[in-house]
């Protein structure tokens, strides 16, 4: 059964930071663009950070250039979200999704596996 789940979401202090984990399980990581995506309350789903199966070429919405890093380890089929400096206004559920293409395009219908998201909030 292919599966992700995210880890590493919680509570933090405006300036803090969070590193946040997607493992796959039942498919290989390697195969596929990943990309994290969030949604506020009350907001549209927005693509945060995605990177490429062929390259490791990565896209970085413009809101988190220069604080959010993005990574991948195949050996532990996992992907990372280093997010620093963080503000309320990333407060959000972070989701992870692989796509199985080389892109770093956000478009979450190229998408195919979801994990079910983990709650960042940021809040003094």
């Known amino acids: 059964q292919f599966q992700l789940v995210e880890s590493g979401g919680g509570l933090v202090q405006p300036g803090g930071s969070l590193r946040l984990s997607c493992a796959g399980s039942?498919?290989?990581?390697?195969?596929?663009?990943i990309g994290w995506f969030r949604q506020a309350p009350g907001k549209e789903r927005e693509g945060v950070s995605c990177i490429s199966r062929t390259d490791g070429r990565t896209f970085y919405v413009d809101s988190v250039k220069g604080r959010f890093t993005m990574s991948r380890d195949n050996s532990k089929n996992a992907v990372y979200l280093q997010m620093n400096s963080l503000t309320p206004e990333d407060t959000a559920v972070y989701y992870c999704a692989a796509a199985p293409r080389g892109t770093v395009a956000p478009i979450a219908e190229w998408y195919k596996y979801w994990g079910p998201g983990t709650q960042v909030t940021v809040s003094s």
């Open positions: 039942g498919f290989s990581l390697d195969y596929y663009s």
